[in-house]
């Protein structure tokens, strides 16, 4: 089946309430990636299992980071809303279960149901922004919804707080339940695609193969060096069948008729650019969230807070410069807009690592801001790009494949860094460690952060120079 937007680009009347509930489905996963944090501390005292805490997280990444290809290509299949409302229904039941657990285990894998469906969520409402509206218009749109992840950074965390000084963790879920009715309802009522019924394959051996896959790798990557040791049976074995999996996939793909994910995304020299580019992104993405606070606590002995107001720059610059990157691509194209961005990373990551030997408050958020302002103009160009150089029916693969490098460098990079920073930490409470080697830990991670960034910046200018058509909306 081929589907196509029933409302043209230049019809605006349904446009405003799909970019709503576009908006309400990315703050839902937006807010649950950072609500958590704050909430611990009453959630393992009411469940236990301590020890077992980090695959909160984890669990939700995991699941999110596997489904997304999958997701993807479904969407250019069956169309963007049957996958985005199945995205908000499995979001909806994994906060209900969440809110019901017993234990911390059954926390665990119910968490990993709502990373089930912000897997679908997340490239599927970035595919249809790119389906609804023109390339010159994107970028403005791109920056309504990095404005929602930078509200969601603050509200999150002030959710989680509240909900735990009153004792009512199970809160944190149960507030999704109206959210996700809101948007499915918006979604529903004012999205509507045609569908040409035509004989269309589903790639059901693949998708398995992708999933277990990237299970298994994932799985090594986020348990390695924390669950377990790197060289320990559980890490040799996620990496190996994770390998032997991966290599059939290929072997699969190449023979299927409608592939899960076409090995061409990997082929092209600008896709193969802009994944890279995802990539980076989330990893450096994580290495700020992490370890910012870190060092201005544990430097200079400032409130958490204080610590969060420095790390909340990055938030405000992203979106502030997402929202005009589209007059600098329009002006300059999709590669020099990236090139500027790219660039003012790498400069806020040298402010960084400069800051480390003297620590300074002020230093660190200014260095946030312009790192932040330089990912707005690196993601959204480059993502829009991607987009821009495929039809309809690529387009769901094209955004999931950029979304899952994103989601995947997030995975590596907390396993990376925190390997980087626990060999100077040492195994004992970060609280217990002294400023010295707080200092030398952060320096470690800020300068992988660098370079990562120049890797980064390798990738932008190996991307072609692409036409940009401001007309174009499909």
Known sequence: MAVTSEAPVGFRSERGPVLISVMLSTGLVAIDSTVLATAVPSIVGELGGFHQFPWLFSAYLLG??????????LSDVFGRKPILLLGIGLFLAGSVLCAAAWNMLALIVFRAVQGLGAGAVQPTAMTIVGDVYTVAERARVQGYLASVWAVSSVVGPMLGGAFSQLGIWRGVFLINIPLCLLAGWMFNRHFHETVERRHRSVDSLGAVLLAVAMTALVLGVLGGGQSWPWSSVPSVAAFTGGAVLLVAFVFVERRATEPILPLWVFSRRLLCATTIVGF????ILMGLTSYVPTFLEGSLG????????ALAALTIGWPATAAIAGRFYLRWGFKWTAVI?????????????????HPNVAVVAIACLVMGGGMGLLAVPTLIAAQSSVQWEERGVVTGNNMFARSLGSAIGVAVFGAIANSIFGDGDIHAVGPAAIQAGSAAVFTSVLVVAVVTAIAVIAMPRTPVAPAAGQ
């Open 64 to 73: 999110q980071a596997v489904t997304t290809p999958i997701y993807a290509k």
């Open 280 to 283: 980076g992104v989330g990893a």
């Open 302 to 309: 400032v409130k958490p807070i204080v610590a969060g107001l």
């Open 341 to 357: 961005g790219v660039s003012l990373v790498i400069a806020g990551a040298v402010a960084l690592v400069g800051a480390v030997g």
